[in-house]
């Protein structure tokens, strides 16, 4: 294996960059269509069903499709990533704007704030824990939809390197490739754990603060 560490490296390169362009393209896709879908009964009420439905459909039945209409580039890759990893994303944004106390928006209202202000000020801020709940679970999703579109067509990545190896009967390559993959996935998640505690530590510190005081209760 310490002989294949440059194709290793190469190939973890390659998925990474897979990874990381699906979940942003998801991030730019589902944030937006979840205010949509809690903002517009017409999204909610005709698009949302027709979006859960569509999860109905293993996504390894369609990535052969999106090799197909986009050959073996890195664009499919990032397609499939991000049709795995988006979803989620949409739902818990949507559950998270629409969990919002009523009281909060209240308070803002009567201050005098508009529907955006409103939406700045209460709305979201209240809404990032389910947000990054979200994020946690579409950067795992990433990375594995990578590996599937990897799997039904491609010349690089770590995917790749799997069914290239299984064809040689390179046990150690795929299993030097399997533990990349884990390692990445592992990695990224708690790079946006860590993002998540830098911008929402105010969500633990008054969760900590209410267990102390149910404790204290008791």
């Known amino acids: 294996i310490y002989d294949e ?4 490296i190469d ?24 205010i949509l879908i809690v903002y517009s009964s017409f ?3 005709v698009f949302y069903p027709l979006l859960v439905t569509s999860q109905a459909i293993p996504r390894i039945a ?24 988006f979803f989620p994303l949409v739902v818990n944004t949507a559950i998270g704007l629409e969990s919002t106390k009523r009281e909060i928006v ?7 704030a508009s529907s955006l202000q409103t939406f700045m000020k209460a709305r979201f801020p209240s809404a990032l824990p389910s947000i990054f709940g979200g994020l946690k679970v579409a950067i795992a999703l990433s990375v594995i939809g990578a590996i599937v579109g990897e ?15 299984q064809g040689n009967l390179n046990t150690k390559l795929i299993f030097a490739s399997i533990t990349l993959m884990a390692i990445m996935g592992i990695v990224l998640f708690y790079i946006i754990e860590l ?9 633990y510190a008054a969760r900590a603060m209410e267990e102390g005081g149910g404790l204290d209760e008791e």
């Open 106 to 112: 209240y308070v803002v209202r009567s201050m005098g």
């Open 62 to 85: 369609v990535a052969p499709l999106v090799v197909l209409w986009f050959g073996f580039g890195i664009l499919p890759k990032v397609l499939v990533a991000f049709s795995i990893a």
């Open 151 to 165: 799997f039904v067509g491609a010349s690089e990545g770590l995917g790749y390197l799997v069914i290239a190896a």
């Open 11 to 34: 190939a973890t390169g390659v998925t990474l960059l897979e990874v990381v362009l699906g979940f942003a393209l998801s991030i730019v896709v589902a944030i937006p269509l979840a």
């Open 43 to 45: 999204f909610k009420n």
């Open 5 to 8: 560490r440059a194709i290793l």
């Open 195 to 203: 993002v998540e505690r830098m911008v929402i530590g105010w969500h």
